[in-house]
């Protein structure tokens, strides 16, 4: 059994000469929140596209959940899918779609009904129920789609851009479902909201021009186990070379009234904190504020920046 | 069982359509038109009987006599119209049911222009709207297409049922529901259907053929049409310019189900047999060349 909810090898897809993904080496991990991160044109949708089946890739491989993808329908109930720009028949009742997935997910018969209440009241959409998917708002358009992908409670969910369009209070629903509901399944989401994605995903990748850039945790992303950023109270002043020379384990640098400190690999952040505050502490100095690492959108901003 | 699903899933959905609904009424139609044209030639020949008896000055029995003479041979040549066949090659059940002979030669008409009409944004809607995106990771291409196909079938098997029915009432109205009860009533029934599944059945895998290859709702409507319009008239064009000798008119010709038409309507089981297997065929083929197009689609 694998530990990967999804393993690709040189993944590509090309439409004509352009490349939309390029080689694309990605590995997600069971259970994880992985938020895929790319502007508009990056190749998220088309990486979607390959995985939920309806992309053919052009070359290289790709696993989802031990399973190549060319049997993807294999897994039918296993995983769920929130894909962006598709519509559903709009002269079809909200409780028959939600009751048709619940079966196409493999539902057994006797609990396809129950699992349909289910999904609906999950998403708030129990009082539209008898309401044809034409008479429905964008977002409970939206909040249909999402109930569809988490029919049959799948393994593997992906999520193409779930809080589009959405006002504050369904981003906020939205997210509470995908924290409190789909805990143990792998959620895979795309999204623009760097934010958002930094608060709710574990893991996440960047992906640029159709690679992967960076990816790992969220805390390694944003550098919160490699980056401290104390906020000087205006009185204090810092001896660089007698700091450096005190700790030469950390680089330091002096931004105004910011030192940063960079911690190396392997090394705790916890005993960065406390080494440097006890060092500024003990030359009479004193601090406002300590920051972890940066925001995800300082880190993608640069490393696409640097490809 | 996935198949089935979307199956019934996409019959609720062409049934409560606007366009369904439309089906409907153009299948209905096609019963009052059908039982209307039975009535018609029915009248048509009661008046020779009264014709011949007073102008010829015959007694009742006599003119019946030459009225059924007249039927006969009125009867026969409308037949051998129908069906392209000698009289003496045509199945003596069809012959001996005349409505259900008018039926299926108005249906193997009219049934293509009602299968286009209901059918030929079957896989290019979804293709533009995305639909099939959430589908494609819990069922397979091929569960897709089928379960699609059978729905269509479905949609043009309950139309005929439509048709059947108010044809029968229509008659019934009419008190010449007396005709049905002829000994091949049952035989030619079934012969009735199977033909006109038959033809059905391979003009929906056409019109499939022709909605996949087109990315717009519009360009299936017009290569459908096309694709029809190739099929039934283009072998007759074509050998009226070149011969029917020609290699390619022959070819071209046996890629038309109206070719085979002939044989559904033939008294001998080998020839029946043919025509079934010619049908099965070109079903056949226009799938398969569907399922290869939409297997590499990008949905």
Same mark, same amino acid.
């Given at each position: 059994?694998?530990?990967?909810?999804?393993?690709?090898?040189?993944?590509?897809?090309?439409?004509?000469?352009?490349?939309?993904?390029?080689?694309?080496?990605?590995? #997600?991990?069971?259970?994880?929140?992985?938020?895929?991160?790319?502007?508009?044109?990056?190749?998220?949708?088309?990486?979607?596209?390959?995985?939920?089946?309806?992309?053919?890739?052009?070359?290289?491989?790709?696993?989802?959940?031990?399973?190549?993808?060319?049997?993807?329908? @294999?897994?039918?109930?296993?995983?769920?899918?929130?894909?962006?720009?598709?519509?559903?028949?709009?002269?079809?009742?909200?409780?028959?779609?939600?009751?048709?997935?619940?079966?196409?997910?493999?539902?057994? &018969?006797?609990?396809?009904? @129950?699992?349909?209440?289910?999904?609906?009241?999950?998403?708030?959409?129990?009082?539209?129920?008898?309401?044809?998917?034409?008479?429905?708002?964008? =977002?409970?358009? &939206?909040?249909?789609? /999402?109930?569809?992908?988490?029919?049959? &409670?799948?393994?593997? #969910?992906?999520?193409?851009?779930?809080?589009?369009?959405?006002?504050?209070?369904?981003?906020?629903?939205?997210?509470?479902? #995908? !924290?409190?509901?789909?805990?143990?399944?792998?959620?895979?989401?795309?999204?623009?909201?760097?934010?958002?994605?930094?608060?709710?995903?574990?893991?996440?990748? #960047?992906?640029?021009?159709?690679?992967?850039?960076?990816?790992?945790?969220?805390?390694?992303?944003?550098?919160?186990? !490699?980056?401290?950023?104390?906020?000087?109270?205006?009185?204090?002043?810092?001896?660089?070379?007698?700091?450096?020379?005190?700790?030469? !384990?950390?680089?330091?640098? /002096?931004?105004?009234?910011?030192?940063?400190?960079?911690?190396?690999?392997?090394?705790?952040?916890?005993?960065?904190?406390?080494?440097?505050?006890?060092?500024?502490?003990?030359? =009479?100095?004193?601090?406002? =504020?300590?920051?972890?690492?940066?925001?995800?959108?300082?880190?993608?901003?640069?490393?696409?920046?640097?490809? | 069982?996935?198949? %089935?699903?979307?199956?019934?899933?996409?019959?609720?959905?062409?049934?409560?359509? *606007?366009?369904?609904?439309?089906?409907?009424?153009?299948?209905?139609?096609?019963?009052?038109?059908?039982?209307?044209?039975?009535?018609?030639?029915?009248?048509?020949?009661?008046?020779?009987?009264? *014709?011949?008896?007073?102008?010829?000055? %015959?007694?009742?029995?006599?003119?019946?006599?030459?009225?059924?003479?007249?039927?006969?041979?009125?009867?026969?040549?409308?037949?051998?119209?129908?069906?392209?066949?000698?009289?003496?090659?045509?199945?003596?059940?069809?012959?001996?049911?005349?409505?259900?002979?008018?039926?299926?030669?108005?249906?193997?008409?009219?049934?293509?222009?009602?299968?286009?009409?209901?059918?030929?944004?079957?896989?290019?809607?979804?293709?533009?709207?995305?639909?099939?995106?959430?589908?494609?990771?819990?069922?397979?291409?091929?569960?897709?297409?089928?379960?699609?196909?059978?729905?269509?079938?479905?949609?043009?098997?309950?139309?005929?049922?439509?048709?059947?029915?108010?044809?029968?009432?229509?008659?019934?109205?009419?008190?010449?529901?007396?005709?049905?009860?002829?000994?091949?009533?049952?035989?030619?029934?079934?012969?009735?259907?199977?033909?006109?599944?038959?033809?059905? +059945?391979?003009?929906?895998?056409?019109?499939?053929?022709?909605? +996949?290859?087109?990315?717009?709702?519009?360009?299936?409507?017009?290569?459908?049409?096309?694709?029809?319009?190739?099929?039934?008239?283009?072998?007759?064009?074509?050998?009226?310019?070149?011969?029917?000798?020609?290699?390619?008119?022959?070819?071209?010709?046996?890629?038309?189900?109206?070719?085979?038409?002939?044989?559904?309507?033939?008294?001998?089981? *080998?020839?029946?047999?043919?025509?079934?297997?010619?049908?099965?065929?070109?079903?056949?083929?226009?799938?398969?060349?569907?399922?290869?197009?939409?297997?590499? *689609?990008?949905?």
């Amino acid at each position: 059994m694998t530990d990967f909810a999804i393993e690709t090898l040189n993944l590509t897809k090309s439409f004509g000469h352009t490349h939309a993904v390029n080689g694309l080496n990605l590995s #997600i991990n069971l259970g994880s929140i992985f938020g895929l991160i790319g502007e508009n044109g990056a190749g998220k949708s088309t990486t979607f596209g390959m995985f939920g089946g309806w992309l053919k890739p052009s070359s290289g491989k790709a696993k989802i959940l031990g399973t190549p993808l060319q049997n993807l329908h @294999k897994l039918r109930g296993k995983i769920g899918f929130l894909p962006q720009d598709s519509f559903l028949p709009p002269q079809e009742r909200v409780e028959n779609i939600a009751l048709y997935f619940c079966h196409l997910a493999g539902v057994p &018969k006797n609990q396809a009904k @129950k699992e349909r209440n289910r999904i609906l009241q999950l998403v708030n959409l129990q009082d539209a129920a008898r309401n044809q998917v034409k008479e429905l708002s964008h =977002g409970m358009y &939206k909040r249909l789609c /999402l109930a569809q992908a988490i029919a049959g &409670k799948p393994q593997l #969910i992906f999520l193409d851009e779930p809080t589009a369009g959405l006002d504050p209070t369904q981003t906020l629903r939205v997210k509470a479902i #995908i !924290q409190e509901h789909l805990q143990g399944a792998t959620v895979v989401i795309s999204s623009h909201q760097l934010e958002q994605l930094e608060k709710l995903c574990t893991h996440g990748a #960047i992906i640029h021009e159709g690679k992967i850039v960076a990816s790992g945790s969220m805390d390694e992303l944003t550098g919160k186990n !490699q980056q401290l950023k104390i906020e000087l109270a205006p009185q204090t002043s810092i001896a660089l070379e007698k700091l450096a020379s005190h700790l030469p !384990q950390y680089s330091f640098s /002096l931004n105004d009234r910011f030192l940063e400190c960079l911690v190396p690999h392997g090394l705790s952040v916890e005993d960065a904190i406390h080494a440097t505050v006890s060092h500024i502490f003990a030359d =009479g100095g004193r601090i406002l =504020g300590i920051e972890r690492g940066g925001s995800l959108e300082s880190f993608y901003l640069a490393t696409t920046q640097k490809s | 069982m996935t198949l %089935l699903r979307i199956a019934f899933f996409e019959l609720r959905i062409l049934f409560y359509s *606007k366009r369904g609904l439309l089906a409907s009424g153009l299948y209905a139609l096609t019963g009052f038109m059908a039982a209307t044209g039975y009535f018609i030639l029915n009248q048509e020949l009661d008046n020779q009987i009264q *014709k011949a008896s007073e102008q010829e000055g %015959l007694s009742f029995s006599v003119a019946l006599n030459a009225a059924d003479y007249a039927r006969s041979e009125l009867y026969q040549g409308f037949m051998g119209f129908c069906s392209g066949l000698p009289i003496e090659q045509i199945n003596t059940a069809i012959m001996g049911t005349p409505i259900f002979a008018i039926l299926l030669w108005a249906l193997s008409w009219i049934l293509p222009t009602l299968i286009l009409l209901t059918t030929y944004d079957v896989l290019s809607s979804p293709l533009a709207s995305h639909t099939f995106r959430f589908e494609t990771f819990r069922a397979s291409r091929l569960e897709i297409l089928l379960g699609r196909l059978l729905a269509h079938c479905g949609q043009f098997i309950l139309g005929l049922l439509l048709i059947a029915i108010i044809a029968i009432f229509a008659l019934w109205s009419e008190e010449t529901i007396g005709l049905f009860q002829g000994e091949h009533t049952f035989q030619s029934f079934l012969i009735f259907l199977i033909n006109i599944l038959t033809i059905g +059945v391979t003009y929906c895998a056409l019109i499939f053929l022709g909605s +996949v290859l087109s990315p717009s709702n519009r360009g299936a409507l017009f290569l459908c049409a096309l694709l029809l319009t190739l099929i039934s008239s283009g072998p007759t064009v074509m050998a009226w310019q070149w011969g029917e000798d020609n290699t390619l008119v022959q070819l071209f010709s046996h890629l038309s189900p109206t070719h085979f038409t002939h044989k559904l309507w033939h008294a001998s089981l *080998k020839e029946f047999g043919y025509g079934l297997l010619a049908y099965g065929s070109l079903f056949t083929l226009y799938l398969g060349a569907t399922y290869i197009i939409f297997s590499r *689609k990008n949905l």
